[in-house]
């Protein structure tokens, strides 16, 4: 059973840049590829990036490589995204999500709310 916290969102201007944290409780933080989604208002939950729980390897939706970066810190069982150059088209409530050893997300968190104004 994994715990997660979503922290980090709030209201910038396109341009800026925010890092979101995704803590982790319970047990086996380190066997566990983590990813971050998103969903704007009416739309469907897309993925955004994920980095696994072995080697570290990241991946990216299109339409933030370059702009985003997924990493972890396992002693301290955090996730976090630093996104920068956001566009209003970021704007979207941002869940982590965790897969014990790369199978599907089981568990997620609460979400935390980006909003980028033109």
């Known amino acids: 059973q994994v715990q997660l916290v979503e922290s980090g969102g709030g209201l910038v201007q396109a341009g800026d840049s925010l890092r979101l944290s995704c803590a982790a409780s319970?047990?086996?933080?380190?066997?566990?590829?983590m990813g971050w989604f998103r969903q704007a208002p009416g739309k469907e939950r897309e993925f955004v990036a994920s980095i696994t729980w072995n080697f570290g390897r990241t991946y990216y939706a299109d339409s933030v490589k370059g702009r985003f970066t997924i990493s972890r810190d396992n002693a301290q069982n955090t996730v976090y995204l630093q996104m920068n150059s956001l566009k209003p088209e970021d704007t979207a409530v941002y869940y982590c999500?965790?897969?014990?050893?790369?199978?599907?997300?089981?568990?997620w968190g609460q979400g935390t709310p980006v909003t980028v104004s033109s």
């Open positions: 999500g965790a897969a014990l050893r790369n199978t599907k997300y089981d568990y």
């Open positions: 319970g047990r086996s933080f380190m066997s566990y590829t």
